[in-house]
Nanobody, 128 residues
Framework: QVQLQESGGGSVQSRGSLRLSCAAS????????MGWFRQAPGKEREGVAV??????????TYADSVKGRFTIAQDNAKNILYLQMNSLKPEDTSMYYC???????????????????WGQGTQVTVSS
């Protein structure tokens, strides 16, 4: 089992910044990929940024809507995943979830179904 705990959400004004953190515990050695997803009320959960945590040469994948504004990173020693969010927009308002996959071969895929462990989520609200 893998446990994931997000933190760092909050309310900011448009063009502001936030950094989300996700602390992983448990069988973290079994993880192949980790990422951030979001889900707004009435909408489907969507991938935001993901990375292959085994292949260090792999390039993270970002949703088109956040490219150039969000950056995903990992602190290997502390098993913490980060999402730095800059130039936030009202449309970024959502519940943000950290996810991990213990399925080999997923790579840096944004497909929600590829991730089998999820955190509880942290709310991000961006006002105009």
């Amino acid at each position: 089992q893998v446990q994931l705990q997000e933190s760092g959400g909050g309310s900011v004004q448009s063009r502001g910044s936030l950094r989300l953190s996700c602390a992983a515990s448990g069988y973290t050695d079994h993880m192949y990929s980790m990422g951030w997803f979001r889900q707004a009320p009435g909408k489907e959960r969507e991938g935001v940024a993901v990375m292959d945590i085994i292949d260090r040469a792999a390039i993270p994948t970002y949703a088109d809507s956040v490219k150039g504004r969000f950056t995903i990173a990992q602190d290997n020693a502390k098993n913490i995943l980060y999402l730095q969010m800059n130039s936030l927009k009202p449309e970024d308002t959502s519940m943000y979830y950290c996810a991990a996959s213990t399925l080999p071969g997923l790579g840096s895929s944004l497909h929600v179904l590829g991730y089998n462990y999820w955190g509880q989520g942290t709310q991000v609200t961006v006002s105009s």
